[in-house]
């Protein structure tokens, strides 16, 4: 995912799948826009899969309204986060982001 430029994707999103060239095969992202499609007659609507799809493949990441889920891909991704940061999570990294989507999506928005 390219990092530079005007058009760069936030971290976060492109490490789901989501790049300034499109949906990277085999993602997070495609795999919500493949449920998304498969949830509306094959059809995917501007701006679905985020409205949809994102909380659902958050969630599945380990990302819940409880917390992250011990054995997660969120778990395993807060764990690394925290190894770099000397023990801390930063507030507005991607895991913390992530965390208050999961959290607030669960909650109904």
């Known amino acids: 995912c390219s990092r530079e430029g005007a058009h760069a994707a936030p971290e976060g999103l492109c490490a789901l799948g989501f ?48 917390g992250i889920a011990a054995g997660s891909v ?15 999570v930063p507030a507005g990294s991607a895991v913390a982001v992530l965390q208050s989507v999961g959290e607030w999506g669960a909650r109904g928005g």
């Open 19 to 66: 790049t300034t060239t499109g949906i990277a095969a085999g993602s997070v992202a495609a795999k919500m826009m493949s449920l998304t499609a498969l949830a509306n007659g094959g059809q995917v609507a501007s701006g679905s899969v985020a409205l949809v799809g994102i909380p659902v493949g958050i969630w599945a990441l380990g990302f819940t309204a409880g």
């Open 74 to 88: 969120a778990a395993k991704m807060m764990s690394a986060v925290a190894i770099a940061n000397s023990g801390a």
